[in-house]
């Protein structure tokens, strides 16, 4: 009887290990951080997340909010959506309890969320899990996309227009963690420190390019001419835009009409959506209520006779970017900014007015208009600001930060008196949840 | 008649001879080794005694301590001033008492283990003696061997023998007998001359003997330091047997809220122990069937919003929780754990108290025995009256011609074009006029010396009041265990049970009572009719629809057991619950969620088809320890760990596109199918343990800890303790009490402790990534925050309470209070958006509950035939949110928006209902004028207010002062769900084998909003329902201006079926729960049928009258089982029903 115990205990001591050992539970549906990058192809997964994320429209809207929200505020659109809420935008009257206030800043920072996390989770991975230099290209990737959206938060939240200011944004450089979700604003310096970090190894790292609906070295070094511009830094600005010009991976459409008629093959496209014909119904993800919403104020008088003007509005709807044929993408930079960048650069930085006028001219050509007639170089800083936004308009806020950064945006729009009004508040969620954003945090004019 | 049953005595003695000698129970070889044990007892037992100077009390005593002798005697026969000394070493029992009485007069005689002593004046009148000889049964009529018999206020009395017989010489003044056995009520009989006196026992009564469930193990009621209600089975089996377990806990013990929020045959009742604690985790308690945990949530997968969100409606409304699948008839015993000490060691998950069932165990030495009975049921619905066609026609008459609406459809009600000639009970048109439950239970236990078992099937085929709703259930269960040596034990449970759930749509009792009478079933083309004015499918076209649900349910588990010293144990035990859900869908496509519209007709049906598997792994290793140190100090003490691993997975497909209702499966969807699955999984590795100490029976003291991991929390976060003690005092064993004849029991206990709760998703604290795709590549994105620092919800609880027992036993009770104070509860808490999400889920609220419960029991006569008690418990609980995150707060410092209505509001309780403050009706249009001139707009209420209209109270206004208008800002409180007192009343009534039982139940100041009554009264719309409950009749007119029914007008200008309180009512009750009226054959007829040993036949009625002024259905509707934030809307689900059954139980 005892030795039948003795086996008995025995086979409960080697079974025991089994039974015990119970508090290792990963979820049997989804990813967990400790194993959501086991190899170069989780990672290539994670990263390609980012874009799923800047596209779905399930959680946010990353991909339409930044055509909406600043055409609206500048007036290229008449409004954002339906609602006294949506229509604070279009009267620069924002409140801080705002939903869209609220969900485009959350947007920016899920995907700056998941660039950490790929940054974080790839880095961790072994070397020899990635073949060639996959693992510095995914990490360089994912930097332009971290710095991409914190630019976007910062030019929306910041005052991105004082290089002095404090009123930065909250960096996210680590995977947030409810734990961590106290954090509060950097300085604007700081935020452009970032950023510019971020780009700079993006430049070196991330692939070379390939598709316009990817990060790419390319992009990083376009994204960080428009940042130096941001900054005040014109030259470099100039400099850097040359550069994406000159370094021939992307060309000019031959015309206007083209650029947007191309989709994804279009050839001067920097960065853009992906978008197929399954895109419209996955997820019911289309842009819809694209009527009614052409400004009615100054822009149709400034497009009127351009004959840009019939591939970016019809009547009151929109269709540059909502065009049915090509499943309406949605585009962040493409090379003709680059040839506006270089001349806004250089008008601001003492070139001569030849020489600016040089890509302003190659844009208006191919939009057959014929050359600048400005004479000086205030003048041809006007007719650069009126060539933003008629080749530019609804492309990713360049419109709006255009009048800003011209210091135009008060004449266009009588209800902008303050520079105040040049960012949005920083929403209410995140003063009441973040610990260390209180309410005197607040951007002027909003508290 | 008599003479010939007087004649039969003798034989049915003899018989019972003859099967007494035949049975070979243990209880009566043991009885017999004792017996003859006790005839050499005297022989082989050696005194040893050494004493100075005592009485012949002291000495007396002295030896019943050392030796297991007892002394009778008469307190006069000892002269209490005789001192003397003695030394005595291994001598004769015989020859120590002939010294110590030697010269006292006194003589002894030595029966057994009991000495009886006589004084010498005894003696000499012993030609006078008279005899009194008797035997003693039990409630079967079989003998009591062992009884104790006493003449009352002496010691003189002897223990009956074999056969329960008995003889005694009564002393000259005795008057009355008194009889005591353990576990049986003590009884007292008055001699009045008598020479045969025979008893009859009763069991149970001493409830101070009684073993009480708890955690890990049981103990003596008397040593009870925890708050635990003990439920009288009896009280849940007299219950019809369509009356589920934890329905059937209602009214039964103190601080145990039950409502039936869902008269759906095996839908699961809302149990609230000592309060609602939780916000969004569950506030059911656990359950613990034979050691295995049961948490009670439906199997149903929830899903997505397929089918209108079919899932979650069917798992909201309690459908096919696992303890729908006990049958109630297997359970020997249920403890609830209510306070902390007590349920402390089951620590993380105990906080909504703990619910220990013990399913039957066979015998040792038992020859095998047979319980069978059969039952039969009928039930009838609860349901409000609607009006027939004829009212119906003259109410919109009336409506329309009431209100100021001209277009072409109140012309059609005018002229009379719109309705149709038909005349349409919807009720009866859906439910079978007398719906049938059968229930069959068949059970056989015994066991041989070593081993004994129990196991028994039960068949419950049970009728819905619906057509094709109804609940059947085959269970089955088989208790075995055996001692394989003196120190091992080896047993196993298992419990399979099968359930086959047919429950209609959830909104099909309101649409009964909203569908116009007028027009007929079908049309002439042979389809379903609708209404032009309605949006919804006719009745019975949606009954059509059907929802089942299959559960295979089946808790089993081994255990092994071994002695390792005197008073330790070790034992081990595994045990698997495992659960599997089968469940389909079909909704026709002429019904509203199969795709029909009164305007495009018929869609493509819709079905749906899902299975759940839930698994659940048990593990667990006690060592238990009882040791008593120098008589006095008794130790008990449990130590373990325990090893729990749960899994739950479903997949589920459903589609559209059903032509004919023959093939429903997914695979005929001929439109559009769909998929999905999940799956999910949770672990907790626990040790506890527990240390009782009690002290010469008079001062107890419990120290109970739990520590659990669990995986639903970060590893940094993952353990927690759950501490609590508990001491008690039993104040009458104290000497200054020894002498208060009416004090049986008193004891005060008071104890303090924590418990925890996590009963939710089992990866809430986890940053969770799910795949996706972007440009023709796989891609993860993220799909939930993180919260490392998630943890339990913890209570923590204190509790005092006194229990008592007066009057020999007649008069018990208990007396307790407690405060429950939860804090970390979990919520939503707004998550800065730089995180990337909005909100999440954390430990942010606090709430708490006191209360006051009283339970007393009673017994009002106990005499030989006749014996009544009654039990009464009433509880006191009050509920309060005391913390909650302001993030989602409103300026008026509410949290609104929960599924279902409801608010919250910090230091109010949970549950709110909120609106419009009521002030009766209009009487004339003076009023109204007086009101209108008085408002700054010229309007009080709206322009068309009439007298018949609801008066709102102007309550506040922009300002926050009243401004002579009606508007949002006029809304407040005004009512809470909770009931201020609630419990219940039990009645038995034995008289000879007749026993009539009665159960009821009541609550006061529960309040509930009559939500579906305001549309059912008021006309507002067709669209909210065309027929109207015959309240209606009732409506105000200038004729008719007594009543509360506003008056009928189409429009509903002034809106008075808004959220209001004049739809707010009192929903205190009284119910008559049970009536149970049985008769047991006694022994005399059974032994005419040979084989028989017990036989009764039964009556019960259920739910027999409710007294209660609530309007509606039913005073206990509840929203939704499981939601307490929305408790206090009733949304005429599922009527409870009335229950007829008649049953027969036998024994052979």
């Known amino acids: 009887m005892k030795k039948f115990i003795v086996y008995i205990c025995t086979l409960f001591l080697v079974s025991s290990c089994e039974l015990t050992d119970v508090l290792e539970n990963d979820p049997p549906n989804n990813l967990v951080p400790e194993n959501v990058v086991k190899n170069e192809r989780d990672a290539k997964a994670l990263l390609n997340g980012v874009y799923s994320t800047i596209t779905l429209r399930s959680i946010a809207h990353y991909y339409y909010y930044t055509e909406l929200i600043p055409s609206a505020m500048v007036g290229t659109m008449s409004r954002v959506a339906a609602g006294t809420t949506a229509g604070q935008f279009a009267a620069n009257e924002l409140l801080f309890d705002n939903p869209d206030v609220k969900n485009l800043w959350l947007m920016f920072y899920k995907v700056m969320d998941l660039t950490n996390n790929v940054i974080t989770l790839t880095s961790a991975l072994d070397d020899s899990e990635f073949s060639g230099n996959t693992k510095s290209e995914i990490i360089g990737e994912a930097h332009f996309l971290r710095a991409m959206s914190t630019f976007d938060a910062l030019r929306y939240y910041g005052q991105f227009f004082d290089q002095n200011s404090n009123l930065g944004i909250v960096l996210r450089t680590e995977p947030v963690n409810f734990v961590t979700r106290n954090k509060a604003r950097s300085t604007v310096a700081e935020c452009y420190t970032q950023i510019i970090s971020d780009l700079d190894v993006a430049i070196a790292d991330a692939p070379d390019f390939s598709v316009a609906y990817r990060g790419s070295k390319t992009a990083a070094k376009a994204l960080k001419a428009k940042v130096l511009l941001y900054q005040g830094k014109y030259a470099e600005a100039a400099a850097l835009a040359d550069e994406v010009i000159t370094e021939g991976t992307r060309s000019l459409a031959p015309d206007f009409e083209s650029v947007f008629s191309s989709g994804i093959n279009s050839t001067e496209m920097i960065l853009m959506t992906y978008r197929d014909e399954n895109s419209d119904t996955d997820d019911n993800n289309r842009k819809r209520f694209y009527t009614g919403r052409t400004g009615t104020t100054w822009f149709p008088t400034l497009m009127d006779s351009d004959p840009r003007a019939p591939f970016t509005y019809s009547g009151s709807t929109i269709v540059k970017v909502n065009n049915e044929e090509v499943y309406r993408p949605t585009y962040f930079m493409r090379l003709a900014e680059m040839y506006l960048i270089k001349a806004e650069g250089l008008a601001y930085s003492g070139a001569t007015l030849e020489d600016a006028s040089i890509p302003l001219n190659i844009i208006r050509n191919r939009a057959e208009i014929g050359d600048s007639e400005a004479t000086t170089i205030d003048e041809l800083k006007d007719d650069i600001f009126n060539e933003i936004v008629r080749e530019l308009a609804f492309e990713n806020g360049a419109d709006w930060f255009a009048a800003i950064r011209f210091n135009k945006v008060m004449t266009l729009k009588p209800t902008i008196t303050s520079s105040n009004q040049y960012i949005l508040p920083i929403p209410e969620n995140e003063i009441f949840g973040n610990g260390k954003i209180s309410l005197t945090d607040q951007n002027p004019g909003y508290e | 008649m008599k003479i010939i049953n007087l004649s039969n005595i003798a034989d049915v003695e003899a018989f019972k001879f003859d099967l007494k000698m035949k049975l070979t129970s243990l209880f009566l070889l043991l009885v017999l080794f004792q017996l003859n044990a006790n005839n050499s007892y005297a022989q082989k037992t050696k005194v040893s005694l050494k004493l100075d100077r005592v009485t012949f009390k002291q000495i007396l005593a002295e030896i019943e301590n050392t030796t297991e002798f007892n002394f009778f005697y008469e307190n006069a026969t000892l002269n209490p001033d005789r001192k003397l000394s003695l030394n005595f070493k291994n001598k004769d029992i015989q020859k120590v008492l002939s010294q110590i009485f030697r010269g006292s007069g006194i003589t002894f005689e030595i029966y057994n283990r009991q000495i009886i002593l006589k004084r010498p004046d005894t003696l000499q009148r012993d030609s006078q003696q008279i005899e009194i000889t008797g035997q003693v049964t039990d409630e079967a009529g079989e003998p009591l061997p062992g009884a104790t018999v006493l003449f009352k206020d002496s010691n003189i009395g002897v223990s009956t023998d074999f056969d329960g017989k008995f003889k005694l010489v009564k002393p000259e003044r005795a008057t009355t007998l008194v009889i005591t056995y353990v576990g049986y009520q003590t009884q007292e009989i008055l001699i009045e001359g008598k020479t ?113 969100n079919l899932g979650n409606s069917l798992a909201q409304e309690g459908l096919s929780t696992p303890v729908g699948n006990i049958n109630t008839n297997d359970i020997e015993s249920i403890s609830i754990l209510k306070d902390a000490s007590a349920a402390a060691i089951y620590g993380s998950r105990a906080a909504n108290g703990v619910i220990i069932i013990n399913t039957k165990q066979g015998v040792f030495s038992g020859e095998p025995k047979f319980d069978a009975s059969v039952s039969l049921s009928t039930q009838s619905p609860k349901t409000l009256d609607v009006l027939n066609a004829a009212q119906f026609k003259s109410a919109w008459v009336t409506a329309v011609e009431n209100g100021t609406i001209n277009n072409a459809y109140t012309q059609s009600v005018l002229d009379g074009t719109y309705f149709g000639t038909a005349d349409t009970n919807w009720e009866d048109e859906i439910s079978p006029s007398a719906p049938i439950t059968t229930v069959y239970n068949l059970s056989m236990y015994g066991g041989s010396k070593k081993t004994r078992y129990n196991t028994s099937i039960g068949v419950n085929q049970q009728e819905g009041v619906y ?229 010469d029976r008079k001062y107890l003291l419990t120290l109970a800890g739990r520590i659990d991991g669990s995986s639903k929390f970060a590893s940094d976060n993952q353990y927690a303790f759950f501490p609590a003690a508990a001491a008690a005092w039993r104040i009458s064993e104290e000497g200054f009490l020894a002498d208060v004849d009416a004090i049986d029991d008193l004891k005060f206990k008071i104890s303090l402790g924590k418990t925890g709760q996590q009963d939710f998703s089992d990866y809430a604290w986890r940053t969770l990534f799910e795949t996706y795709d972007y440009g023709g590549d796989p891609s993860i994105i993220l799909s939930q925050l993180g919260n490392d620092q998630l943890k339990w919800e913890t209570t923590n609880q204190f509790d005092i309470g006194l229990d008592f027992s007066l009057f020999n036993h007649r008069l018990s009770g208990e007396l307790g209070y407690y405060s429950k104070k939860t804090k970390d509860a979990l919520f939503t808490a707004i998550t800065p958006g730089s995180t990337g999400f909005s909100s999440i889920i954390a430990n942010v609220g606090d709430t708490e509950n006191t209360g006051v419960e009283l339970m007393l029991k009673g017994d009002v006569i106990r005499t030989q035939n006749l014996t009544w008690n009654l039990g009464f418990n009433i509880s006191r609980n009050k509920n309060k949110l005391t913390k909650i995150s302001d993030d989602f707060l409103g300026d008026d410092g509410f949290l609104t928006g929960f599924p279902g209505g ?51 109270k102007d309550i506040s206004g922009p300002d926050g002062v009243p401004d002579g208008r009606i508007t949002n800002l006029d809304q407040q409180v005004i009512g809470n769900a909770q009931a201020d007192f609630f419990g219940g009343i039990t009645s038995n009534l034995h008289y000879k084998g007749l026993t009539l039982s009665a159960m009821f139940t009541y609550a006061v100041g529960n309040e509930l909003q009559a939500f579906s009554l305001a549309r059912d009264t008021n006309f507002g719309s067709t669209f909210l329902g065309e027929n109207k409950t015959t309240d209606v009749l009732n409506a105000w007119t200038p004729e008719n201006s007594s009543t509360s029914i506003p008056r ?89 029903s009335k229950v007829f059954s008649t049953g027969i139980r036998l024994g052979f």
Request: glycine share 10%; aromatic share 12%; hydrophobic share 35%.
């Open chain 2, 196 to 308: 045969v006196i025979n008893v009859q026992l009763l069991p149970g009564l001493d409830a101070l003997n009684e073993v009480v469930l708890i955690g890990y193990g049981a103990v003596k009621k008397e040593a009870l330091t925890g708050s635990v209600g003990v439920v009288d089975i009896k009280n849940i089996t007299n219950q019809a047997p369509t009356v589920s377990l934890d329905n059937a806990l209602q009214g039964q013990v103190a601080g145990v809220y039950v409502s039936t929020a869902n008269g759906q045959p095996g839908a699961a009742a809302k149990i609230r122990i000592r309060g609602t604690t939780s916000l969004l985790g569950s506030n059911q308690p656990l359950y613990v069937i034979d050691g295995i945990p049961v948490v009670a949530n439906s199997n149903i997968p929830v899903g997505g919003t397929e089918g209108s």
């Open chain 2, 467 to 695: 057509d094709q709703s109804g609940f059947d259930r085959y269970s089955f269960n088989m208790n075995l265990d055996s001692e394989v040596s003196d120190i091992w034990k080896i047993g196993s449970k298992i419990n399979v049970s099968f359930a086959d759930q047919q429950a209609k749509d959830g909104g099909i009792t309101q649409l009964t009572y909203s569908y116009r009478p007028d027009i007929p079933v079908l049309n002439d083309e042979g389809t379903y009719s609708y209404s032009s004015q309605y949006s919804f499918e006719n009745p019975v076209a949606r009954a059509q629809a059907y929802n089942n649900n299959k559960t295979l349910l089946l808790l089993g588990s081994f255990f092994t057991e071994l002695t390792l010293a005197e008073g330790l144990k070790i034992k081990s035990m595994f045990a698997l619950n495992y659960n599997n859900g089968n469940q389909n869908s079909f909704y026709p496509k002429f019904t509203f969620k199969g795709g029909w519209s009164r305007f495009q007709g018929d869609g493509d049906g819709y079905a749906q088809e899902s299975r759940s598997r839930f698994t659940n792994t048990v593990w667990d290793n006690t060592l238990t320890y009882t040791k008593l140190f120098a008589d006095k100090h008794q130790f008990d003490a449990v130590l373990g760990a325990s090893f729990e691993k749960s899994k739950s997975s479903n997949t589920k497909a459903w589609g559209e596109g059903f032509f004919n209702d023959v093939l429903t499966n997914i695979t005929s969807a001929t439109v559009y199918t769909n998929g999905s699955s999940f799956e999910t999984g949770s672990g907790l590795s626990s040790y506890f343990g527990r240390f009782n100490y009690d002290f």
């Open chain 2, 902 to 952: 409801g608010r919250l509001k910090e230091g109010s309780p949970i549950g709110l209902i909120y609106g419009y403050a009521a002030d009766g009706l209009f009487q004339s249009q003076d009023e109204i004028d007086a009101l209108n001139t008085a408002s700054p707009t010229g309007t009080y209420q709206n322009s068309r207010t009439s007298p018949g209209d609801v008066r709102f």
């Open chain 2, 1048 to 1136: 009928i007008v189409y429009g509903d200008p002034n809106d008075n079926d808004r959220l209001s309180s004049h739809y707010v009512y009192d929903a205190s009750y009284l119910r008559l729960k049970t009536l149970n009226l049985s008769y047991s054959f006694g022994k005399k007829f059974l032994a005419n049928i040979k084989f028989l040993d017990k036989l009764s036949v039964y009556v019960i009625g259920q739910n027999l009258f409710t007294i209660t002024s609530y309007p509606g259905a039913d005073p206990e509707a509840s929203n939704l089982y499981n939601n307490d934030i929305s408790a206090g809307r009733d949304n005429n689900r599922f009527p409870v």
